[in-house]
């Protein structure tokens, strides 16, 4: 079977731990690492997995998932370098990290996947978006994409389209929790209790969701059917449109593209 390591297991890389127990997998089969040992025996008591050092893990593991910080990412490729077992895929989810800083420290013709996944997948609902390094052959984007689909969905994009991912999906949580904010607070200014509005825009935000995900029907279509004539949705979509909220939302998405690009620039002579 093939073994998998979990290389740094904060937030993201125990989510993907759970999720790889959750769809079946054995214990037996997975590895982590961490620094502190109080967190290896943390985790070891919760899920039943063996926490290792760097160098076991790298001489171990058919897949090593990279889930640190980007700017922990140096001393980690270091002992990589001289630690990995030929042919090893390695699978980042470190944002902005591109294939090539890690096939400018690994062997040559080490298989590199990068993955964008964002924060839902804490509850198993992640989005993730792979591409392919430039070794990593289709096989090793399945498998990468068979792994992820345990945690939530799955699309593939070439890697010059991951600034765009970040903005839309890697940070796209974070605008819908301000559109909630926002609209909890709409209802505080209508005088409703706060506890009451927060309940009411929650399960609409859900609702929605799973209406959009489970009709698949156009988003136009489904507000065009609550939006009657004369009536009080569309007297809240002119005021919508008199602020330019869609422009502002095309705007913010393009700004964070473009900051995504900076950062990433920081990293792609290293
Ligand atoms: N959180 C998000 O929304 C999100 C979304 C998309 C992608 N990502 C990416 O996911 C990665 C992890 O993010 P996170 O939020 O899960 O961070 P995190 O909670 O800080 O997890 C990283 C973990 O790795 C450990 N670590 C660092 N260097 C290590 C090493 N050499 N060996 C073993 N363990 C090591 C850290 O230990 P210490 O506590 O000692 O530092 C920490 O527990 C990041 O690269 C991030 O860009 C995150």
């Not at 910080?69 to 030929?86: A, G, T, Y």
């Not at 294939?99 to 993955?115: F, I, K, M, N």
């Not at 839902?120 to 399945?142: D, F, K, T």
Request: glycine share 8%; proline share 6%.
């Amino acid at each position: 079977m093939t073994t998998i390591a979990i290389l740094g297991a904060g937030k993201i890389g125990e989510a993907m731990l759970a999720g790889l127990l959750a769809a079946g997998r054995a214990p037996e089969s997975l590895l982590f690492t961490e620094r502190y040992p109080e967190r290896v025996v943390e985790l070891t008591a919760r899920y039943g997995v063996r926490g290792v050092e760097t160098d076991e893990a790298a001489a171990t593991a058919d897949v090593l998932i990279v889930a640190v910080k980007p700017q922990d990412i140096d001393p980690l490729l270091h002992s990589l370098s001289w630690s990995i077992k030929p042919g090893t895929l390695v699978v980042s989810l470190c944002a902005g990290l591109p294939t090539a800083l890690y096939e400018r420290h690994l062997p040559a013709g080490t298989p590199v996947v990068r993955v964008m996944p964002n924060t839902p997948i804490l509850v198993g609902e992640a989005m993730s978006a792979i591409s392919a390094g430039s070794h990593a052959q289709p096989e090793h984007l399945q498998l990468v994409e068979d792994l992820l689909s345990t945690v939530g969905k799955v699309v593939r994009v070439p890697e010059a389209q991951q600034d765009a991912v970040t903005a839309l999906s890697g940070s796209g949580p974070a605008y819908f929790f301000y559109l909630v904010e926002a609209m909890i607070d709409a209802g505080i200014l209508l005088g409703l209790p706060r506890s009451v509005s927060t309940e009411l825009i929650i399960q609409s935000a859900v609702g929605a969701a799973r209406m959009l995900r489970e009709t698949g029907e156009h988003p136009v279509a489904l507000r065009e059917a609550v939006t009657s004539p004369g009536g009080t949705t569309i007297a809240a979509i002119r005021e919508l449109e008199n602020h330019a909220v869609r422009a502002a939302l095309l705007s913010a998405i393009e700004a964070a593209a473009v900051r995504s690009a900076e950062l990433g620039k920081a990293h792609n002579g290293a």
